[in-house]
């Protein structure tokens, strides 16, 4: 039994669903995303309700119900308001300054790390030490923000590198001189 997958999705005003056979398409006021959902699990709308159901019950099936609801979920959330994620800076020279469309990353290494934004995605930089992903693909978002994120690490003894703003770093205490 999944809860999570019996739950129906309602369809906000604003945001038109299509569902051809196994292809939902998605159009909302940022903008349109499309899915294909496995074989194992049906769709239906009816009217402003959408329902995510499964075919069967294997092991498959049961686990892809949860997952699909999930993703068709985050899909009409993020045409109708962008994710967005939150990285922070720290470490004595590291900053960030943007470059048109692209990222301009200095992290203590003999070059500068220029990280191209991908279609979809966009970055927005408040300050030298804070940088904001943001699209419509919630899984393209944390994908992005976490690839950014291993530019360079947090560093558990002084706490330099890339972090996301609400990630809690572990400190570790150094050595003990005599």
């Known amino acids: 039994m999944s809860r999570i ?3 129906p999705i ?11 056979n196994q ?15 496995e074989p194992e699990i049906s769709l239906k709308l009816e009217g402003e309700t959408l329902t995510v159901s499964r075919n069967g019950e294997d092991r498959k099936s049961r686990s892809l119900h949860g997952l699909t609801r999930t993703l068709i979920n985050n899909m009409i959330m993020g045409v109708q308001n962008e994710y967005t994620k939150e990285l922070q ?15 301009n990353l200095s992290l203590g290494y003999s070059h500068p790390v220029i990280y191209k934004a991908p279609e979809g995605i966009s970055f927005d930089v408040p300050n030298a030490n804070t940088i904001i992903v943001k699209g419509i693909d919630k899984e393209k978002v944390g994908q992005i923000a976490a690839e950014i994120r291993t530019k360079r ?23 003990t001189g005599k």
């Not at 309602?10 to 051809?20: F, L, Q, Y």
């Not at 690490?153 to 050595?175: C, F, H, L, N, S």
């Open 89 to 103: 800076i720290n470490g004595v020279g590291y900053r960030v300054q943007k470059q048109g469309n692209d990222l």
């Open 153 to 175: 690490p947090p560093e558990v003894y002084r706490g330099k590198g890339i972090k996301y703003a609400d990630e809690v770093i572990r400190r570790k205490v150094g050595k």
């Open 23 to 37: 292809h939902i398409t998605v159009k909302g006021p940022k903008g349109m995303l499309e899915r294909t959902v």
């Open 5 to 7: 997958g019996n739950k």
């Open 10 to 20: 309602t369809v906000p005003a604003g945001v038109e669903v299509k569902i051809d």
